[in-house]
């Protein structure tokens, strides 16, 4: 019944995806190749950058459709009145901010739900998508909380398959990278699920275990990443270390599209 649903709002395919971890030395050496002014890494064999399409292979989420827009009101009376209309009772909040409502609180819901009835359901359904904003699509460098401005897009059942979520997720994707290439940034978002998934599909020098190794690709690709064991050597490579493999990628063997099967990852031209 919930799969049903979930696949009725589109949120199917990435509920399947698991914890992916992000490692910070890689990002910093990809965040060097950044350039504002073309959104792509500027890489020795070509220009990159990552693509709607590329959101809709690795995610599985609608790349068409209305935008993920509307009003950031940041006020209690805001959070507490859609907090009631989803979840039917009044958040848990972060300490620091009165707009991020707690995740943990939220799959407690999720899983208190009897599933006897439609409305039962459809709970379940939006706490589960809710935890997945907050967790793998808008994550930022905490995966406890996510923000109350997500709710209002979840009220009406029938309207959730209609927005452009991979849309957001790039532009989401974009922002960050944003913040993080400026001279002044002192840390970084973190994890950024959709690039490094992007990274080590198309980069096969900087992955952390051999692409061949993995489960045969499919919709989302992100799923066969999820709890993926990395070596040892891999996890003592240092920002110096990426910088060295990224400097001396070859063309064709080392930058490729996401898989065989599945024509992401295009080159800009």
Known sequence: MVENHLRATEFYHVSKIGVIRGFHPLLAALVERWRLETHTFVLPVDEVTVTLEDVAHIFGLPINGEPVSGWTNSSSDFVQSQSMAIFGREPVLSGNSKSYIKLGWVRRIRDGEPLDTEESIRKYVKCQ?????????????????AHAKYLPLLREFERIHTYSWGSACLAHLYRALYRASRYDTKEMDVPLNLLFVWVWERMLCIAPIP???????????????????????????????????????????????????????????
């Open 211 to 269: 692409r061949h190794t993995l489960p045969p690709a499919e919709i989302p690709v992100a799923m066969r990443w999820s709890h993926s064991e990395w070596t040892t050597s891999w996890l003592a490579k240092t920002v110096a270390r990426f910088r060295h493999d990224i400097d001396y990628m070859q063309e064709g063997y080392d930058v490729q599209i996401i898989c065989d099967s599945l024509s992401g990852g295009r080159t800009k031209e």
């Open 129 to 145: 998508i809710f935890c997945m904003l907050g967790s793998t699509l808008f994550a930022d460098k905490s995966t406890a909380y």
